[in-house]
C-alpha cells in the first residue's frame, strides 16, 4: 500500500474567493471519489483533508502532477497560494468560474475597495458595527503582531495572476464534466495519452448554451423585455423569443442547458462562448437582433427593460471582461499596494 | 487570460500634449466612399481620426469598440448607409440597436456613452463625413483622454 502510494500521481485541490460551491461540485460525482482516491494520492485539500500550507511548501517544485484551484483572487493570500501551487504543480486547472472568469466575487469590479468595506462593515442593513470597526492587515496584541491578507482594489481572475494550463468553466462545474476531466487527467497519467494543447477549456463543450437547449427557437422579434416572474413562459418555446434576457447565445455549452430545461434563463455559468472573449458584448448582438424596432427612441424603451446590463451579462465574468479591462489596467493599484505593504 | 492588449496599451502622454486617438470604423459601401470623396475634395478633417474600412456598419462586433476602448481609444464612431440605404438592407438597423445596448453597457463601466458616436454618412457626403469627424474630436477633446468612472 505505502509502496503504491508513492507511485501514485499527486492531487491538491485548493479554493480561494470562492463560496466553497466548486469543492461541493467534486463530492457530487459521488462514489467515484473513491475512484479518484485510487487513482491520485492527495496531498492538499483544505475542505476535505488535514493537510496544512507548510506541508505544499515543503513539496518540490513540480511535484503534485494535478492542481484543481477554484476561486478568484481577491486578496494577497489567494495570490500567495495561487504562486505557490503553481510552482508546486506540473499541471494547474483554472477551475470553475470564479478561477476562469472572476464569477460572482468580481461582480464588486463595479465599485472599489472603499465602497466594498463601507457597505459590508457600516451600511448593510445587517450590520451592527457602532464602533466602526474595520479590518487592520495589522493588529498589535500583547502576543505580538496579527496579520490579516491585503485586500485588493479589484479581483483578478488565476490566470491574470499566475500562468494556467486549463480551464474548466461552471458555477459549479458539472459533476459529469468534472469525473470526465480527471478521467482524462488519470488516462493521460498512467496510459501516456497526450496533453491538450496548453490553454484548452476542458469539461465544456465547443458551442453555445442554445446548441444544447431543448427550446424551440424561432428567432422571433420581441417588443418588449419582461423578467421570469412576469410571465408564465412557455416550456417548449426558446425563452429569449419570449422577451426574458437568457445568456444561452453568449454562453459556452457543457452544462446540458441545465436552467433553461427547468424555465429559467441561463445566466452564462459556463462563461463565453468559444471564440469570443467576452460574453458582454456577444450578448449585445444576440439581444440586437431580436429587438423589433428600428426607431431609436423604441429601441431605448425596450432596452429600458434590461435590468442592470454589466450585471446581467458579466455575471459571471466581470475580472475578463473587455471593457473591464481599462479598469484592469488601471489595477496597477495592486502594484502600488504591494509596494507599500513589502 | 491577461490579454496582450493590456501589454500594448499605450502609456499616457503628459498633460497637454495629449491628443485624441478616434477609431472610426466606416462602412464600404457608403460611409469609406464618402470619406474617400471628401479626400479626393480636399476637404479637411481632424487628423486624430484613424479610420477602418468594414463592409457593413451592421458588421460591427460591439467587441470591437470594446477593444478598441482598451487598446487606447479616446473615441470610437461607426458610420454607415443611411437608414433604408445599407447595401446589405438591414446591417445599419442592426448597427443602430447594437450601439444603443453597447452605450448603456460603456455607461455601466463608467465610460462617457458620448465616447462612442454613430452615424449616416452617404457615398456623396464628403462635407459631412469631415463634419462628424470634426465635431467628434472636439467632443472627444472637451470629454478629455479615456478615463474610467469620473
Ligand atoms: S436563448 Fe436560452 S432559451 Fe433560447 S435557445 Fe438559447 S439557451 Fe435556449
Ligand atoms: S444554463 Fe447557463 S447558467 Fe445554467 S448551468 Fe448552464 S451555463 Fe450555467
Ligand atoms: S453597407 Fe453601409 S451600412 Fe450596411
Same mark, same amino acid.
Given at each position: 500500500m505505502t509502496t503504491l502510494a508513492k507511485t501514485k500521481p499527486k492531487l491538491a485541490l485548493y479554493w480561494a474567493a470562492s463560496c466553497g460551491g466548486c469543492e461541493i461540485a467534486v463530492h457530487d460525482i459521488k462514489e467515484k471519489i473513491l475512484d479518484v482516491d485510487a487513482a491520485f494520492e492527495i496531498v492538499f485539500w483544505p475542505v476535505a483533508v488535514d493537510f496544512k500550507v507548510k506541508d505544499v511548501e515543503a513539496l518540490e517544485d513540480g511535484e503534485i502532477d494535478l492542481c484543481l484551484f477554484n476561486g478568484a483572487i481577491r486578496n494577497s493570500d489567494n495570490e500567495y497560494m495561487a504562486g505557490l501551487l503553481r510552482r508546486k504543480a506540473k499541471i494547474l486547472v483554472a477551475f470553475g468560474s470564479c478561477a476562469c472568469d472572476g464569477c460572482i466575487p468580481a461582480l464588486s469590479n463595479t465599485t472599489s475597495r472603499a465602497a466594498t468595506f463601507d457597505w459590508v462593515y457600516? *451600511?448593510?442593513?445587517?450590520t451592527v458595527n457602532p464602533d466602526d470597526v474595520r479590518p487592520q492587515e495589522e493588529t498589535e496584541v500583547p502576543v505580538g503582531t496579527l496579520r490579516l491578507p491585503t485586500f485588493w482594489e479589484r479581483v483578478c481572475t488565476l490566470g491574470q495572476v499566475v500562468d494556467v494550463d486549463y480551464f474548466v468553466p461552471g458555477c459549479p462545474p458539472q459533476a459529469h464534466q468534472i469525473w470526465a476531466v480527471l478521467e482524462a487527467v488519470i488516462d493521460i497519467l498512467e496510459h501516456g495519452k497526450p496533453l491538450p494543447p496548453r490553454g484548452s477549456v476542458l469539461g465544456a463543450g465547443d458551442r453555445t448554451c442554445c446548441d444544447e437547449c431543448p427550446r424551440t427557437r424561432e428567432e422571433k422579434k420581441i417588443s418588449r423585455f419582461v423578467r421570469p416572474h412576469e410571465i408564465i413562459a412557455d416550456p417548449t418555446k426558446c425563452l429569449l423569443d419570449q422577451g426574458i434576457v437568457c445568456m444561452g447565445p453568449a454562453t459556452r455549452s457543457g452544462c446540458g442547458a441545465l436552467c433553461v430545461s427547468v424555465g429559467m434563463p441561463c445566466r452564462g455559468c459556463y462563461g463565453p462562448a468559444p471564440n469570443s472573449k467576452d460574453q458582454g458584448t456577444k450578448m449585445i448582438s444576440a439581444l440586437a437582433s431580436v429587438i423589433?424596432?428600428?426607431d431609436p427612441d423604441e429601441i431605448d424603451r425596450i432596452l $429600458? $427593460?434590461?435590468? *442592470?446590463p454589466v450585471g446581467t451579462f458579466y455575471r459571471f465574468s466581470m475580472a475578463s471582461a473587455t471593457p473591464a479591462g481599462l479598469s484592469r489596467l488601471a489595477g496597477r493599484d495592486r502594484e502600488a499596494l504591494q509596494e507599500r505593504t513589502s | 487570460m491577461v490579454t496582450t492588449a493590456e501589454e500594448r496599451a499605450p502609456v499616457p502622454t503628459s498633460e497637454g500634449t495629449w491628443q485624441p486617438k478616434i477609431v472610426a470604423f466606416l462602412c464600404n459601401w457608403c460611409s469609406y466612399t464618402g470619406a474617400d470623396l471628401a479626400g479626393i475634395s480636399r476637404i479637411q478633417w481632424d487628423p486624430s481620426v484613424a479610420i477602418v474600412r468594414v463592409m457593413?456598419?451592421?458588421?460591427?462586433?460591439p467587441t470591437f469598440v470594446v477593444k478598441a476602448f482598451e487598446l487606447g481609444a479616446d473615441g470610437v464612431i461607426i458610420a454607415g448607409c443611411h437608414p433604408g440605404d445599407c447595401h446589405y438592407q438591414e446591417g445599419n438597423y442592426k448597427a443602430l440597436r447594437r450601439v444603443h445596448l453597447l452605450r448603456r453597457l460603456l455607461d455601466g463601466f463608467g465610460?462617457?456613452?458620448?465616447r462612442l458616436r454613430l452615424a449616416w454618412v452617404s457615398a456623396s457626403e464628403g462635407d459631412r463625413w469631415a463634419e462628424t469627424a470634426d465635431e467628434m474630436t472636439r467632443q472627444i477633446r472637451a470629454l478629455g483622454p479615456m478615463k474610467v468612472g469620473s
Open positions: 457600516r *451600511d448593510s442593513p445587517s423589433d424596432s428600428n $429600458g $427593460g434590461i435590468v *442592470d | 457593413c456598419s451592421g458588421r460591427m462586433d465610460i462617457d456613452p458620448k
